[in-house]
DNA sequence: TCTTATAACGGACAACTGTCCGTTTAATTA
DNA sequence: TAATTAAACGGACAGTTGTCCGTTATAAGA
């Protein structure tokens, strides 16, 4: 059977969105720009936008693509260079990555998980591959942390997945105007909760 | 100076919009109801609407009050009877509570919270009660298994926002589909982790 | 009780979201 | 190269959000 390859208007009009939106958005900033505005300025069709994006967060979750990329190869080249540190040392390191992402794109973040509403949706953050990544490499080093642990322990997975989540941009920027702290004042007492072990 | 007392119709029409709320989205679900549709069946305005909840999160959060309290009294008495178990034990007890709160209010949670974008807004869940409370009792209680440590410590504050974070409906969700757990076992694998103290 | 100031009302409106459907266009096949 | 076919297009539309502003109703004071 014959597949058929994306038609070229679709790939460029691809394309065109992200650059207009990129354009747009550094202009007047992410919230404030609509899907009707990106459209009409990219000079395409509604319908054509929404085909590619079901909604503007899924658009924003795209836009985070080739970062997503960049933020896991450091990731990566990080666990190596630190191959023999302690796995908790580790574990914060990554903690560290992830704030510094969040206070890179905040504002595309915000948007993305505002518009997170059903499960197996695409423009899901927890479908990207930065939320995978991310998960996986904590997940082993937690299941490291404790793995010399006779007596049922929790799932790795769960805890992981509770870190990401507590890092979430809405949290992140209510707890640290509440109490004051500067990025690094929030990595280090997220470095100090890692050290934590079993009893 | 005198003070003017709120007007007998603004009473009424607050308990009006509560009451045709709660109709409607017990015959239809909270998220296919609209603002709109909620004013047209409430017979009152939607300018009338909008002055007194800023955005349908806002809504969904008051719609919460007495669950709130509910909930809040038994966890106080659940703290009471408990006063002679661990910390970590009466940690995970609140933590079990939140889950059930979780699955109990699932879909005005997740209304609430995905309609909470700008910080200090009208219907931002990290200024509710229920949110206020509990991250003060999970601190107390954080700082009372870390207190006898010399060494600087994470502040109880973050943790505690940390853990309620990690619990937003979107994350518990998504886990708990992924991994297959049910309720039980989450409940289980988060009492597990805080077991979980300083090295 | 009547007047008055003002809080609250609500219809109408502008802008946005997301979808439908008839039309166009690119790739494939002959 | 022409015909075919299905993917992609885009204007238009219905429904929603949130605000504006002229009107109404209520509570306080005379």
Redesign the interface.
């Known amino acids: 059977m014959s597949v058929r390859r994306e038609r070229r208007d679709a790939l460029e009009n691809r394309q065109l969105i992200l650059q207009t939106a990129h354009e747009l958005f550094n202009e007047y900033g992410v ?1 404030p720009v609509s899907m009707h505005q990106i459209a009409k300025t990219a000079g395409i069709g509604q319908a054509t936008l929404y085909r590619k994006y079901a909604h503007k967060g899924d658009l924003c979750l795209d836009m985070l693509h080739d970062y997503g990329i960049k933020l896991m190869n450091e990731i990566n080249d990080y666990l190596v260079r630190n191959r023999d540190n302690p796995a908790s040392e580790r574990l914060s390191g990554i903690v560290g990555f992830w704030i510094d992402a969040i206070e890179d794109k905040a504002e595309l973040l ?1 948007e993305s998980e ?4 059903c ?1 197996n949706d695409r423009g899901n953050f ?1 479908q990207s591959p930065m939320y995978r990544f991310s998960k996986e490499k904590m997940s082993e080093l937690l299941a490291e942390i404790v793995g010399d642990n006779q007596q ?4 790795p ?3 992981a ?8 941009p ?2 992140y ?3 640290k ?3 004051g702290y500067t990025t690094e004042q ?1 990595k280090e ?2 470095s ?2 890692c ?5």
Do not use: T, V
């Open positions: 919230q915000i505002s518009k997170m509403k499960e927890f049922p322990s929790f799932d997975d769960i805890a997945h509770a870190i990401i989540c507590s890092l979430s809405g949290g920027f209510h707890i105007q509440e109490k929030i007492h997220y100090r909760m050290k934590f072990s079993p009893q």
